[in-house]
Structures are given as structure tokens and as C-alpha cells.
């Protein structure tokens, strides 16, 4: 199924009203999980759909639910999403968080029990449109541990993802990364599962600790798990990710003696640095480029292949798919049918747009 980004984000905003959202909040949600199919990251992307209407319908989701101001301190800012979208509740937490760096030069952003935040290089791209520097670090909790802590194997806390955006001469070296970090997302293991392909790169163990490279493991009990990307000193990233989360936003770990009531909730602390705090900005945006370049002209391994910079990927990947369209395995497009069946939505009308 190939849509053009147009049509999919309309489709998607559609199921969102439908499932109960006003339409200001699904255009949102909707805007922000095209983004990440657009920029390839399908893990994040309208896949999503069919868990939000579900996570609704078990009470895990509050659609309309604004995030409440908890803490306004200085250049220090704390909001609870009290489990709603949280494209909406990070969004406008970041919209809060800029406006505070841009009279400070500096502010401290924490979000917690939000639903989902979704692709975290969204908040990074915010804020680098500020032209700030941004560092994002999320834990997510709610449910079952996915991801083992080095040398372990059962899962005890989840993909944590990082973030770090800086701004530089213009859009095409801006630096993003923007990583989960456990080997792959769960969404890579969900779209692998749905496109019937294995997950290589040893990303996964079965619930008995032994390698695997089948993603069922993750959907199945009794449950395997991811392993953390590069070895200890992931899982120390990772951990650290949820300890800085949790520690300056009030938010519950993943440890067993919190409640998992099921759903995702991401907590993330977000530090905001305004780069003309310290002067001379011209001067430095034009060293981070040149470094930009140095790295992007290192001779490749394999001639196809060149050397990129955090953020490149997404750049070319939303190129291609801007003219391309956007394609939806079956088994997702089936489910993303059935959410919309479920809320009332009969998707017919989008469908005479298929390419
Ligand atoms: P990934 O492995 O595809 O990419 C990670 C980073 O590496 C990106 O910044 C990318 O630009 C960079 N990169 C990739 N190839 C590169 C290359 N050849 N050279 C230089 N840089 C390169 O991403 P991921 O770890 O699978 O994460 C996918 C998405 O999942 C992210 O957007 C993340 O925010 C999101 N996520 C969200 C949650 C949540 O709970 N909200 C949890 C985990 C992950």
C-alpha cells in the first residue's frame, strides 16, 4: 500500500477524531507520526495508530488531556501529562521550555506520565527551529521491561532513547541524533514482525537468554528481550536516560514496586541551551560545519556508501518518501483498517487516493 504523505496524514488525523480526540490534538498526533514515516523511521510513524485507539479503549490514553503546569521555577519547568497524547504534551512543554531559554539562555524541561511521546528527534528539531541546542533523555515505563541490562537475560528496563540536536549553518548540517538505546526500537521489531522478516544485528535473546534473530519474542510469552546497543556502555546510557528522567520529573521507574498499568508512558527531561549565550555564533556554527564536512569527505569503505553525520539518514529518507509516498505492509495497513473500523470510520473515502 503506497500513500502519499498528503492522504496518510489526513487518514491518520481522521482515526484520531474519531477515536476521540478534538481536532487540533489529532492533527497534531497525526502531523507528528507522518514526520516520522517521512523521515523513515516507520517504528513511529502511523504503525502506531492501531495501539493508541486500542490503549484508549482500555483507559491507558486520555484523549484532550493537556498537560498541568506542576513546577514554573526560574528555568526550571515541570509538567504531568497525566497519561495523555504525548506529541502534545512534549510539543507544548518544548513550546514552554524555548520561550524560557530564549529569556535565560538556558532552561530545564521535565515531562512526565505522558502517553507516547512518540519520535523524540520531533522535540529536537523544535527546538533547533529556535536555533537552540537541545539534550532530551526519556525513560519508558508502564509496562513490561523489554530490554536487558548487560549480561543479563531478561528484560528490566526499556529503549530509553537520547537525543542531542545542534543547530548549524543551515537545515542540511543540523546534527540530530536521535536514538533509542537498546539495539532497535520495539517498533523495529513490530514492523519487522509485520513485514514476516527476521531482526538481525544480535538485537535479540528468547526468554531463555538464548540469541534470536525471530521478533515474536517480544509479542510472546514467557517474553525475550533486546540487548543494549554497544554492550556496557549502552546500558550504562540507557539507565542513566531513565535515572535523569526520573530524577528531576517526579516520574516512576520501571521497578516492579511501581505500578504497571500497561500503555507506554514516557517521562523525559529535555535541557534547552540558547548557543548566543556565549557570542560569537557565526564563528562557531562555522566550525561545526567544517567538521561537518571533514567527516562527510572521509574516504568510504564501500564506494556507495558515504560517510554521513547524525540526522542525514532522516534527511535523505524524507526526500525520497516526499515524492516516493509512503509504503504500508500489509499486515499494518489491515490494522490500521480495523482501528479505524473500531472507532467508527469508514476509510473508503481515503483510499481513492492510493497510488
Ligand atoms: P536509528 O538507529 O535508525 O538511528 C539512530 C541515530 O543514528 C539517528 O540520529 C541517525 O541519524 C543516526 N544514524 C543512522 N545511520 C547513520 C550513519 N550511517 N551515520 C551517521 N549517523 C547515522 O534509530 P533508532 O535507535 O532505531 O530509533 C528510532 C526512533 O525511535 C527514534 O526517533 C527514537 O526517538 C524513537 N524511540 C522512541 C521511544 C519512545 O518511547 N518514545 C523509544 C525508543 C525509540
Known amino acids: 500500500m503506497n500513500l502519499s504523505h498528503e492522504?496518510?496524514?489526513?487518514?491518520?488525523?481522521?482515526?484520531?477524531?474519531?477515536?476521540?480526540?478534538?481536532r487540533p490534538e489529532a492533527r497534531t498526533v497525526a502531523s507528528h507520526l507522518l514526520q516520522a514515516n517521512l523521515c523513515g523511521h516507520d517504528s513511529h510513524g502511523v504503525g502506531m495508530l492501531p495501539t493508541y485507539v486500542a490503549?484508549?479503549?482500555?483507559?491507558?490514553?486520555?484523549?484532550?488531556?493537556?498537560?498541568?503546569?506542576?513546577?514554573?521555577?526560574?528555568?526550571?519547568?515541570?509538567?504531568?501529562?497525566?497519561?495523555?497524547?504525548?506529541?502534545?504534551?512534549?510539543?507544548?512543554?518544548?513550546?514552554?521550555g524555548i520561550a524560557r531559554c530564549k529569556e535565560t539562555g538556558m532552561a530545564l524541561?521535565?515531562?512526565?506520565?505522558?502517553?507516547?511521546?512518540?519520535?523524540?528527534?520531533?522535540?529536537?528539531?523544535?527546538?533547533?527551529?529556535a536555533g537552540l541546542i537541545s539534550l532530551h533523555f526519556v525513560s519508558v515505563v508502564g509496562h513490561a521491561p523489554m530490554v536487558a541490562p548487560f549480561g543479563g537475560k531478561q528484560g528490566r528496563y526499556g529503549t530509553n532513547p537520547l537525543c542531542i540536536a545542534v543547530p548549524s549553518l543551515n537545515d542540511e548540517d543540523h546534527l540530530l541524533l536521535d536514538m533509542a538505546t537498546s539495539k532497535i526500537a520495539?517498533?523495529?521489531?513490530?514492523?519487522?514482525?509485520?513485514?514476516?522478516q527476521q531482526v538481525s544485528d544480535c538485537a535479540l535473546i528468547d526468554s531463555?537468554?538464548?540469541?534470536?534473530?525471530?521478533?515474536?519474542?517480544?509479542?510472546?510469552?514467557?517474553?525475550?528481550?533486546?540487548?543494549?546497543?554497544?554492550?556496557?556502555?549502552?546500558?550504562?546510557?540507557?539507565?542513566?536516560?531513565?535515572?535523569?528522567?526520573?530524577?528531576?520529573?517526579?516520574?516512576?521507574?520501571i521497578h516492579p514496586d511501581n505500578a504497571r498499568c500497561g500503555g507506554i508512558i514516557n517521562h523525559m527531561l529535555?535541557?534547552?541551551?540558547?548557543?548566543?549565550?556565549?557570542?560569537?555564533?557565526?564563528?562557531?556554527?562555522?566550525?561545526?560545519?567544517?567538521?561537518?564536512?571533514?567527516?562527510r569527505a572521509t574516504p568510504p569503505v564501500q564506494a556507495d556508501c558515504p560517510v554521513m553525520v547524525p540526522g542525514?539518514?532522516?534527511?535523505?529518507?524524507?526526500?525520497?518518501?516526499?515524492?516516493?509516498?509512503?509504503?504500508?505492509?500489509?499486515?499494518?495497513?489491515?490494522?490500521?483498517?480495523?482501528?479505524?473500523?473500531?472507532?467508527?470510520?469508514?476509510?473508503?473515502?481515503?483510499t481513492h487516493a492510493i497510488c
Not at 7 to 22: K, R
Not at 77 to 91: E, I, M, P, S, T
Request: glycine share 12%; charged share 25%.
Open 55 to 96: 490503549n484508549i479503549a482500555k483507559g491507558l490514553l486520555q484523549p484532550n488531556r493537556l498537560p498541568e503546569t506542576i513546577s514554573d521555577r526560574g528555568n526550571f519547568l515541570l509538567f504531568d501529562g497525566h497519561r495523555g497524547y504525548g506529541q502534545v504534551a512534549a510539543k507544548m512543554a518544548m513550546e514552554q
Open 208 to 253: 531463555q537468554g538464548r540469541p534470536t534473530e525471530n521478533p515474536e519474542v517480544l509479542f510472546t510469552q514467557p517474553q525475550g528481550a533486546i540487548l543494549p546497543f554497544g554492550e556496557h556502555k549502552g546500558y550504562g546510557l540507557g539507565l542513566l536516560c531513565e535515572v535523569l528522567a526520573v530524577a528531576l520529573t517526579g516520574g516512576a521507574s
Open 109 to 129: 524541561v521535565g515531562l512526565r506520565n505522558a502517553h507516547h511521546i512518540g519520535r523524540v528527534g520531533a522535540y529536537g528539531e523544535q527546538s533547533m527551529e
Open 270 to 295: 529535555t535541557i534547552l541551551i540558547d548557543p548566543e549565550l556565549y557570542g560569537e555564533q557565526n564563528a562557531i556554527r562555522r566550525e561545526i560545519a567544517a567538521l561537518i564536512d571533514y567527516l
Open 186 to 196: 520495539v517498533g523495529k521489531a513490530r514492523v519487522a514482525l509485520n513485514k514476516g
Open 7 to 22: 492522504t496518510l496524514e489526513d487518514l491518520a488525523a481522521a482515526i484520531l477524531e474519531a477515536a476521540g480526540s478534538a
Open 312 to 350: 542525514d539518514p532522516e534527511r535523505k529518507r524524507r526526500q525520497e518518501r516526499l515524492t516516493s509516498g509512503i509504503l504500508i505492509e500489509e499486515v499494518t495497513w489491515d490494522e490500521i483498517v480495523e482501528a479505524a473500523l473500531s472507532v467508527g470510520l469508514d476509510i473508503k473515502k481515503f
